[in-house]
C-alpha cells in the first residue's frame, strides 16, 4: 500500500485498525524522501535513526493494546527555526550550523507526548526572513509541483515535504505569511493561528511581536488535529493567551449556511495574477453557492502594511538576533579583538537579506529616527487592527488570495527586494493584527500550479476559520491532489 | 574663582529575591561559574523571558518608601548594546515607564536638613561577569564569562542633581541603604556588590544656574571611594578650568588603589542605546488597591523611626539617626530597651563599646555575639548601681567571648560595686594619710587636686568602689 500520499487522519485509521504498523508508515515515508529530497531539497537535518525507534515504540503501544492519540506514528517534520532537544536547529543560518539546543520548544514538548515520528527539520529562509526559501543559509528548496519553482517561504521546507509526500504534516512559523504564502504555492492547508493561541518559546525569534507557530498539512481536517495538540497556554511565553482551547475537530462539519464571509476590496490587488484572481473568486462563488453570504468591506489601511511592517519586523529582528555574536554558542570567526571577533562572525556568518533587516531596523531605531519611522509604525499597525475590528462587526470571515501570484521561478525576484516585499500584500496585515488565517487549496494556475484561498478570522476564532475552510474543501477535491515529480508512486 | 560642585546618583540595588528577574535559576552569591544559569538567562535561541512578581512588588515599595508616585502602567524595554558579558547583548530594563517615579528622600548634613529628589526607580537585569586571564580585557589573551549574575534583579534608583558636597552624596546612599534595608528588598552588602552607584559630577562658579559639563564615574561599590572619587574629580575639574582648559564629557572610572579618576570613553563614542518595547513581556498594570496594599506592608521607615526614638526615649537627634541608620542597628536598640534597659545607656552601648568591636572585628550587629537581652541585663546592672560603668567595660569584654551572662562574669570575678560607706571609708582615710601633697593643696584652695585622690582610691578599690560615694566622702573629709 502507498502510505505517504494519504493524509494523517486516514493513516491514523490504519494505524488503530492494525492495517499498517508505525513502522511500515515511516519506512514508506522515507523511501518517498529518499526518492524526491534530491530534487526537493526539504530538509536540513533528516532524522532517519530517531524516526525508526519512535516508530518502534508506537508500535509497541499498539501491540500491546494500548490507545494510540491521532499523531502516534504519523511522520513529520518540524521547520529549523523551532529548537528540538539534541537535534541540530540552525534556521538556515550559517551562524547556527552546529547549533543543538539544550532545550525542545514547548510545541515540541506537546507533539511529543502524543508520540509522533520526527523525520527531520525542515529548511527555510534564513532566521525565517524572506518568501522563497531561496536565503537559506545552505541551499533553497525546491517546489515539488515544478522543481523550477520556489516553494514559497519562508516555511518553504516544511510545505514542500507535506507536498512531496516526505512528511504527512508539518510544523511552521508566520511572521508576514511564512505559513501561508508556502502551503499556497505547494496547494496543501497552511494555518497562522491567533497571536498567543500558541506558544513561542523555542520559536527562535524573528519578529517576536509577530511570529506565530502554526500546522501545514495535507487538509484541513489534519490541520484542526494538530492545533488542538499545539494550541494552549504556556507559561513560558508571558504573551501566549489564557483562553479556554475548544476542540477544533468539532468544527470539521460542513455548514456555512448564513455565515457572513467579507471580501475586501484592497486585496485584489493591481497586478494580481489572472490565474490566482480566477480561482479566488470561483471558491467564493463556491461558498456562496454552499449557503454563505458575501459581504464587500473595506481595510482601507491596508495599502499601509507592508511599510508598516518593514519597520516593526526588522526593528525587533535587529535586537532579537544580537545574540548571535560567537560569544558563548554558534559559530565563530576569530579576530584580534572581541570587537573584531564579535564583526567577524555576524559580518561573514550572516545572509544577505538577514544583514539588510538588520540594519533597517537599527536605522528604525536608532537616535533621531524613532520617532518618525518605528513609533508611527506601531501607530499605523493600531489603524490597521482597527480596519479588521470594523470590518468584523458585519461579517464572521473575511476571504482573500494567500498571495497575489502562483509560486515564481527561483532566481526570478531574488535580486529585486522591494518586488519580493510586495508579495507579502495579503498576508501581512494579519500578523499585525494579530489574527488567525488560513489557506487552502482552491485551484491551479494554468500552468498547474497550487493557488490558495485565504481565510481571516476574528482573535482566537480558529474554530469557525476551520468550518468554513472545511466546508469548502469538501466541496471539491483539489486537497485530493498529489504533486507530481519524479520518483512518484514507485 | 570659587566653584561649587553639582552631584548626581544613579544607585543600583541588587533585589533579595530567591531567584532571578526573568527565570527560575537561583540568584545566590558566589557558586561555581556558570552554575545559576538555564537557557532563558544564558539568551539562547528561541527563549523568552516570565516576570518575576517579586520584582515587581520589591520596585513598588523602593517606590513607595522613596515618595515616588508609582506608574500603574510600567513596561520593559531592551536596551540595546554588545558586550560579551550580556549575552542577548541587550539589557532588558525600563525607559519611558518606569515603575516609579518623582520622588525623594530627606538627608542631614552637618545638622540641616537636605531634599535629594529622585527623578526614577526601574527594574532591569545585571550582566554577567568577565574574569580575564590579565587585568583589564584590553591586556588579556582570553577572558571567560561567568552567567551566574545574568539576570539577577537589580532596581536603578536615579537622582536629580541636587548634591553639592561629596558628603551630602555619601548620607544620601546611606539613606538610600537603609530605606532599602528597611523595606526589606536588598542585603545592601557592598562588599558583594548588592549597593553600587554611577556618579555624575559636574563643577560651576558660585552663584551661577547652569550646569557645568559633567563626568560620570562608574560602578562605584564604598562609601569611601564614593567620597574620594567626588573629591578627586572636583579638585580634578576646578584644575582644568583654572588652568583654562574645559571639561570633557566623558565616563571616567575610579581606582581606589592609586586614588585618581581615569578617562574611559569619551561622548563620542557613547552608546545610542536604540530602545525598543521588549515585545516579549506584556505591560506591567498595576491597580490601586495592589498599590495600597503594598503600602501596607512597608515597616517604619528610617525617619518616622528616628523621630519616634527622639520623642520616645529623649535620644539626641543625632544618637537617633546613628541608631536608626540600619535597620539591623536600630532592631538591636529596640531589643535592648525592650529587655529593661535605659534607652540612652543603650544608645550609648551600642554607639559605643559595641560598635568599637564589631568594627574591630569587620563583624555586623546581626553576627554579634552579645545579644541584646544580655547587653539590657548589663545595663541594667549599671543602672542599679551594681557595677560601675567602668567595670561593665570589663563585664563586656567577658560577654563578647564568652557566652555567660553579665550576672555570673560579675559574680565570678567578683566585680561587685562597693557600696558600702564603711569599706569605701577605710580606702579613703588610707589614702587621704598616704597624699598629703594633693590634700594640702586641696585645701589650699585647688579644688581639682580631688581627683587625684579619687583615682588613688578607685585604683585601690580596683575600680569596684561606687565613684559617686567616693566623691563625697573625700569631700566631707577634707571640708
Ligand atoms: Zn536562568
Known amino acids: 500500500m502507498t502510505l505517504w500520499n494519504k493524509p494523517a487522519h486516514e493513516l491514523h485509521d490504519l494505524l488503530v485498525k492494525k492495517e499498517i504498523s508505525a513502522t511500515e508508515l515511516t519506512q514508506d515515508v522515507l523511501a518517498r524522501m529518499d526518492a524526491v529530497e534530491g530534487k526537493v531539497k526539504a530538509f536540513l537535518t533528516i532524522t532517519k535513526e530517531q524516526a525508526l525507534e519512535q516508530a518502534k515504540a508506537v508500535d509497541e503501544k499498539i501491540a500491546a493494546g494500548e490507545n494510540i492519540s491521532f499523531l502516534a506514528g504519523i511522520p513529520g517534520a518540524v ?74 517561504g519562508s516555511s518553504g521546507g516544511s510545505a514542500a515535504a507535506v507536498a512531496s509526500g516526505s512528511a504527512i504534516f508539518a510544523l511552521g512559523s508566520d511572521t508576514g505569511g511564512s505559513i501561508r504564502q508556502p502551503a499556497s504555492f505547494c496547494g496543501v492547508v497552511g494555518m497562522k493561528p491567533t497571536y498567543g493561541r500558541v506558544s513561542r518559546y523555542g520559536l527562535v525569534a524573528y519578529a517576536s511581536s509577530l511570529d506565530q507557530i502554526g500546522p501545514i498539512t495535507r487538509d484541513v481536517t489534519d490541520c484542526a488535529n494538530v492545533l488542538n495538540v499545539i494550541a494552549g497556554h504556556d507559561d513560558m511565553d508571558s504573551t501566549s493567551s489564557f483562553a479556554e482551547v475548544p476542540d477544533y475537530t468539532k468544527s470539521l462539519v460542513q455548514d ?80 584580534a579583538d572581541v570587537v573584531e571577533l564579535m564583526t567577524n562572525t555576524r559580518s561573514k556568518l550572516f545572509g544577505e537579506e538577514v544583514k539588510r533587516r538588520i540594519m533597517i531596523g537599527n536605522y528604525a531605531l536608532s537616535a533621531g529616527y524613532y520617532d518618525a519611522y518605528y513609533l508611527k509604525a506601531l501607530k499605523v499597525r493600531t489603524l490597521i487592527q482597527k480596519d479588521y475590528t470594523d470590518a468584523f462587526e458585519k461579517v464572521d470571515v473575511i476571504a482573500a488570495p494567500t498571495a497575489p501570484t502562483p509560486a515564481y521561478k527561483i532566481g526570478e525576484m531574488i535580486s529585486d527586494p522591494l518586488k519580493m516585499y510586495l508579495q507579502d500584500i495579503c498576508t501581512v496585515p494579519l500578523n499585525l493584527a494579530g489574527l488567525p488565517g488560513i489557506s487552502v487549496p482552491c485551484g491551479y494556475s494554468q500552468k498547474h500550479m497550487p493557488i490558495g484561498l485565504q481565510l481571516i478570522g476574528k482573535p482566537l476564532d480558529e474554530a469557525t476559520l476551520i468550518r468554513t475552510a472545511y466546508t469548502y474543501e469538501q466541496s471539491q477535491s483539489f486537497h485530493k491532489e498529489m504533486a507530481e515529480l519524479g520518483g512518484a508512486e514507485a | ?110 545638622g540641616e536638613k537636605k531634599r535629594v529628589r529622585l527623578t526614577r526607580i526601574h527594574m532591569e537585569e545585571d550582566a554577567g561577569k568577565l574574569v ?139 552608546h545610542d542605546y536604540r530602545y525598543m518595547p521588549e515585545p516579549d513581556l506584556p505591560p506591567i498594570v498595576t491597580t490601586d488597591e495592589q498599590i495600597e496594599a503594598y503600602r501596607k506592608e512597608l515597616p517604619e521607615l528610617p525617619d ?141 584652695g585647688n579644688k581639682k587636686a580631688i581627683g587625684a585622690l579619687v583615682g588613688q582610691v578607685m585604683k585601690q578599690s580596683k575600680g569596684k568602689a561606687n565613684p559617686q560615694m567616693v566623691n563625697q566622702l573625700l569631700a566631707q573629709k577634707l571640708g
Open chain 1, 79 to 152: 521547520k529549523d527555526n523551532i529548537c528540538t532537544k539534541g537535534v541540530r536547529t540552525t534556521c538556515a543560518s550559517k551562524i547556527l550550523e552546529n547549533f543543538v539546543p539544550p532545550y525542545d520548544a514547548s510545541v515540541v514538548t506537546k507533539l511529543q507526548k502524543e508520540f509522533p515520528v520526527l523525520v527531520g527539520k525542515a529548511n527555510l529562509d534564513e532566521f525565517a526572513m524572506g518568501g522563497s526559501t531561496e536565503n537559506s543559509g545552505f541551499y533553497p528548496t525546491h517546489n515539488p509541483w515544478n522543481t523550477e519553482c520556489v516553494p514559497g
Open chain 2, 132 to 270: 580575564h586571564s590579565g587585568n583589564t580585557i584590553k591586556d588579556s589573551a582570553s577572558s571567560n564569562v561567568d552567567y551566574n549574575r545574568t539576570g539577577v534583579p537589580l532596581l536603578e534608583i536615579v537622582s536629580e542633581p541636587d548634591m553639592h558636597t561629596a558628603e551630602e552624596a555619601r548620607t544620601y546612599m546611606e539613606k538610600i541603604k537603609a530605606i532599602m534595608e528597611y523595606i526589606d528588598v536588598s542585603n545592601c552588602r557592598m562588599e558583594e556588590g548588592n549597593l553600587r552607584a554611577d556618579v555624575n559630577v559636574s563643577i560651576r562658579p558660585v552663584g551661577s544656574k547652569e550646569l557645568g559639563t559633567r563626568t560620570e564615574m562608574k560602578n562605584i561599590n564604598s562609601f569611601k571611594s564614593l567620597v574620594d572619587a567626588i573629591d578627586y574629580e572636583i579638585d580634578r575639574q576646578t584644575e582644568v578650568l583654572e588652568d583654562g582648559g574645559h571639561i570633557v564629557q566623558e565616563t571616567r572610572t575610579w581606582d581606589p588603589n592609586r586614588g585618581i579618576t581615569l578617562s574611559m570613553r569619551s561622548k563620542e563614542d557613547a
Open chain 2, 1 to 110: 574663582m570659587k566653584y561649587e560642585a553639582v552631584i548626581g546618583l544613579e544607585i543600583h540595588c541588587e533585589l533579595k529575591t530567591k531567584t532571578k528577574i526573568f527565570c527560575g535559576c537561583e540568584t545566590g552569591f558566589g557558586g561555581d561559574q556558570n552554575t545559576h544559569v538555564c537557557p532563558v538567562c544564558l539568551g539562547l535561541p528561541g527563549v523568552l523571558p516570565t516576570i518575576n512578581k517579586r520584582v515587581v512588588e520589591f520596585g513598588i515599595k523602593a517606590g513607595l518608601a522613596t515618595n515616588c508616585t508609582i506608574n500603574k502602567f510600567s513596561k520593559f524595554d531592551r536596551k540595546n548594546y554588545y558586550y560579551p558579558d550580556l549575552p542577548k547583548n541587550w539589557q532588558t530594563s525600563q525607559y519611558d515607564l518606569p515603575i516609579a517615579e518623582h520622588g525623594w528622600v530627606d538627608i542631614d548634613v552637618e
Open chain 2, 304 to 444: 518616622a523611626r528616628r523621630e519616634r526614638l527622639e520623642k520616645e526615649y529623649g535620644l539626641s537627634d543625632y544618637d537617633a539617626g546613628v541608631i536608626t541608620a540600619s535597620r539591623p542597628m536600630a532592631e538591636y536598640f529596640d531589643e535592648v530597651v525592650a529587655g529593661g534597659a535605659d534607652a540612652k545607656l543603650a544608645a550609648n552601648w551600642i554607639m559605643g563599646e559595641l560598635a568599637k568591636h564589631l568594627n574591630a572585628e569587620n563583624k555586623t550587629i546581626v553576627d554579634s555575639p552579645v545579644e541584646p537581652a544580655r547587653l539590657a541585663a548589663m545595663i541594667q546592672m549599671i543602672t542599679k548601681g551594681t557595677i560601675s560603668s567602668k567595670i561593665a567595660k570589663t563585664v563586656f569584654e567577658e560577654m563578647w567571648t564568652s557566652k555567660d551572662a553579665p550576672e555570673e562574669i560579675v559574680k565570678a570575678k567578683g566585680l561587685v560595686q562597693i557600696t558600702d560607706t564603711k569599706a569605701i571609708e577605710e580606702i579613703v582615710d588610707k589614702v587621704i594619710a598616704d597624699n598629703p601633697k594633693p590634700v594640702e593643696d586641696y585645701k589650699g
Open chain 1, 256 to 335: 456555512v449556511k448564513g455565515l457572513k464571509i467579507g471580501l475586501p476590496k484592497e486585496y485584489f490587488v493591481d497586478g494580481m495574477d489572472q490565474d490566482v484572481e480566477k480561482a479566488v473568486r470561483n471558491a467564493i462563488e463556491q461558498l456562496k453557492s454552499l449557503g454563505a453570504e458575501i459581504v464587500e468591506v473595506s481595510l482601507p489601511h491596508t495599502k499601509y502594511a507592508i511599510s508598516t511592517y518593514y519597520l516593526i519586523a526588522p526593528a525587533e529582528a535587529a535586537t532579537n538576533l544580537e545574540r548571535y555574536d560567537g560569544i558563548s554558542y554558534g559559530e565563530r570567526i576569530d579576530g
